[in-house]
């Protein structure tokens, strides 16, 4: 397995799909031509580096703030303590965020999620990553901040491309995230779609709603509201009486199989698949495979559902942080390759990464 070829193929088919996708949009399609070009320059360095012993991954999740406004049930994040109402202290500063977002250019890094708690809640942060046109910053963001000062913004700002989370229908999403969301969000889409700008959604997918979030149904909605990118994201369990809305291999290979055919028949929108089929990547791509995790405080973790790290940006570079011994344990010791249930392989053998952490393994 060339996992660097892997993830550049991946990172071609994406912008590919997402240069179809915005035909028809003048100043969207402008932007992902000019972006095409730029990705393809980082993916040489990326290459380069390559050759020369290092592997750099193409794509970056950074959690910029752990606050945020809602309580969705079975959130991830709040149950390991990862996400809180208030703004914590230390976290890392916009300037702090605007040198690591200048690195991860430099590196070769073309994608860099912007993830939290809600990311909208560090307007200065997503000012900084304004900046940095060369690197396409999906915002996965639940939707509530989307009024005008925002959608001025991010419309004059195309690198910002927010990704809006929602759940399925009505009932389904207001289950999870809270009475009236869902009729906030799809107003947002609209607005967005109103302003001839895109948007994408973000879909956990558990054994619950299986079967709507890959319907023609759903999609001809999130069509009808302008949305262009749809990212399924498979639940992780977060306790063990939740462990039965995760989805298995039956259910995974249902999944696959839909991308699949969506991407087939629905080509004016870009269809990605979170972990994805890992069995064809080698694994788990987590762990600087194909992505790493910076969360708000600056450790370097393997994935947002591995919230372990042995080094911290603020004391040392991305580079560094890529070597670090947890990163290559985790890479050398087949860990990222066992079978799982949901969609971390990192989260079921937790209490493996840590006692690599605390260097008892």
């Given at each position: ?18 240069l179809r996708a915005t035909a028809k949009n003048e ?32 794509f970056l999740i950074a959690s910029i703030t752990s ?244 080094c911290n940006v603020r004391d040392t570079s991305l ?43």
């Amino acid at each position: 397995m060339n996992i660097q070829r892997y993830m550049t193929h991946g990172v071609v088919r994406v912008v590919t799909d997402s240069l179809r996708a915005t035909a028809k949009n003048e100043r969207e399609s402008a932007f992902m031509r000019s972006f095409a070009k730029v990705s393809r320059a980082a993916s040489k360095r990326r290459y380069a580096a390559e050759r020369n012993g290092e592997h750099i991954p193409p794509f970056l999740i950074a959690s910029i703030t752990s606050s945020c406004n809602l309580h969705c049930a079975g959130c991830y994040s709040r149950s390991n303590n990862a996400c809180c109402d208030a703004r914590p202290v230390d976290q890392l500063t916009a300037s702090e965020w605007d040198s690591i977002f200048c690195e991860a250019q430099e590196l070769g890094i073309s994608f860099i999620l912007l993830a939290g708690g809600e990311p909208m809640m560090r307007y200065d942060v997503l000012q900084q990553a304004a900046k940095h046109s060369d690197i396409l910053f999906p915002i996965f963001t639940n939707g509530t901040f989307l009024h005008e000062k925002y959608l001025d913004f991010l419309d004059a700002h195309r690198n910002l491309l927010p990704i809006i989370s929602i759940e399925g229908n009505e009932a389904v999403t207001d289950a999870r995230r809270g009475d009236g969301v869902y009729q906030k969000v799809t107003g947002a889409m609209r607005s967005i779609r109103d302003r001839g700008m895109i948007f994408g959604a973000s879909v956990t997918v558990t054994t619950e709603n299986l079967e709507e979030v890959y319907s023609d149904a759903f999609l001809d909605t999130l069509a009808s509201f302008g949305c262009k990118a749809v990212i399924y994201v498979e639940y992780v369990p977060v306790t063990e009486e939740s462990r039965h809305l995760a989805p298995a291999e039956p259910e995974q290979k249902k999944m696959r199989k839909a991308v699949r055919r969506l991407r087939r028949t629905r080509r004016n929108m870009v269809f990605i698949a979170f972990p994805g089929d890992e069995k064809s990547s080698g694994g788990c791509v987590a762990a600087g495979r194909g992505f790493f995790h910076i969360n708000s405080h600056g450790g370097a973790e393997p994935c947002p559902f591995s919230p372990y790290s042995d080094c911290n940006v603020r004391d040392t570079s991305l580079r560094e942080a890529l070597r670090s011994p947890l990163f290559r344990t985790l890479q050398t010791e087949g860990l990222l390759k066992d079978d799982h249930i949901g969609g971390c392989t990192l989260y079921m053998h937790r209490e493996r990464v840590e006692a690599i952490v605390n260097g008892e393994a």
